[in-house]
């Protein structure tokens, strides 16, 4: 049993925080959160003086091994598998040192992120838990085709999904528009599936208790994920061969179906900018700030591991991420929110993680300081912990551990 100790206790439920709060671990799960002295005596009490103690951040959209580089003939990059898995490996160590407990990986090839999930699982590696989609849904030479799940008709579709959850998939992707990232392939303002293609995706995820990440950056492609009944619309933006058109009465109607959206704003996003124009990045900025304000459910992703303009967008930038949010003026207890309980809950794992409650994982960060007013302060890492396993590097001078 292990105390952890602190200024105060971010729960992850709305507005609850609670001072001088603690949080008895035993292993890898939860047994209470309360009040400084609730939870009795532990055989170990880590004190944090001047700390907060808050759920660990969920990353909701993620590519550890993207690789953007291949050969037209061969349809393969240059990278070997071994080699992949190894960086791969280092995104995922490079995340959990931003405070990141829970990634949702999607899309990757030849179920490498399969392997990486249950090598981080077993202690082999470490990194955040992974919610993995393996290879995404698209239609042949379309968005990120190389990945391996090209499909162009329903039998097709059906197929490549039973494939992707019988290796042991956590949710299913499916390229509902074009994407920038492809050459050749379809752009991101044309749809790559119907409305009538994108239910089968979501009928064989059901099945299994699954749930659908859409790729949707065309109108037609939101309303069509929106009315498939995916779980998440990925990117969401709206764009046209002009540009970023934010359409409110389709944003309305993504409220209403209460449909999480993963805006994927990163945090390269000032520099991207620079790089790619300010019209473009503002018009998208506005859009992700007017669906917060038609009641849509955003929830926080970065999409790292693609780079923006030619800017790496790393998987160590989260909080970076998320201060972009508080600069379109979301305030931090709300962006909090979105990047833990909300985000858990939309990855479809909010039974386990997202929020410090008694029978919950034992997935948890400290920092010094306080987020709730300086976001900032998510950066000052002091623990964090993965299932109980501390993969963080405390600062002794603030962090001291005794028999309690």
């Known amino acids: 049993m292990r105390i952890i100790r602190a200024a105060r206790v971010l729960t992850g439920r709305p ?10 671990v035993d292993g890898a799960t939860i047994v209470s959160v309360g009040p400084r002295g609730s939870a009795g005596e ?11 103690v808050l759920p660990g951040l969920v990353d909701a959209h993620v ?4 690789d953007a580089a291949v050969d037209p003939v061969t349809r393969r990059s240059a990278e070997s598998d071994h080699h992949l898995l190894l960086r791969m490996a280092e995104n995922a160590r490079k995340l959990v040192s931003a405070g990141v407990t829970t990634a949702r990986d999607l899309g990757g090839r030849d179920f490498l992120d399969l392997a990486l999930r249950d090598a981080i699982e077993e202690g082999l590696a470490v990194g955040p838990h992974i919610v993995a989609a393996t290879r995404p849904i698209t239609i042949t030479g379309g968005h990120c085709w190389y990945m391996g799940g090209e499909a162009d008709d329903e039998v097709a579709i059906r197929r490549v999904a039973r494939e992707n959850l019988r290796a042991g ?18 752009p991101s303002w044309v749809p790559q599936y119907t409305t009538e293609q994108l239910r089968v995706v979501v009928e064989e995820a059901g099945a299994r208790g699954k749930g659908v990440a859409a790729h949707a950056h065309a109108h037609a492609a939101i309303r069509s994920a929106l009315e498939a009944g995916v779980t998440t619309i990925e990117h ?7 540009g970023h058109r934010y359409d409110s009465k389709l944003a309305d109607l993504v409220a209403a179906g209460g449909t999480y959206v993963c805006p994927t704003l990163h945090g390269v996003f000032w520099r991207s900018r620079e790089v790619l124009g300010a019209e473009m990045l503002d018009d998208w900025l506005s859009g992700i700030v007017a669906m917060r304000e038609a009641g849509v459910r955003l929830i926080a992703g970065t999409d790292a591991g693609f780079a923006s303009g030619g800017v790496a967008n790393r998987t160590d930038g989260f909080v970076a991420s998320l201060e972009v949010f508080a600069e379109a003026g979301f305030g931090n207890a709300e962006i909090i929110e979105l990047a833990t309980v909300r985000a ?3 990855c479809g794992v909010g039974e386990v993680a997202g929020s410090l409650e008694a029978g919950k994982r034992a997935d948890l960060i400290a920092v010094a300081g306080d987020p709730l007013t300086r976001l900032s302060d998510l950066r000052n890492l002091a623990l964090v912990l993965v299932s109980g396993r501390s993969v963080g590097q405390a600062d002794v001078d603030t962090v001291t551990s005794s028999a309690g």
């Open 15 to 24: 507005g609850e925080v609670i001072a001088e709060g603690e949080v008895l």
């Open 42 to 52: 532990a055989g170990e009490v880590v004190e944090l003086p001047g700390h907060t």
């Open 63 to 66: 590519h550890l091994g993207f």
């Open 169 to 186: 998939a956590d949710c299913l992707k499916v390229m509902a528009s074009g994407g920038q990232m492809t050459p050749g392939a379809p």
């Open 236 to 242: 969401c933006s709206f764009f046209t061969p002009s």
């Open 344 to 346: 858990a809950d939309a």
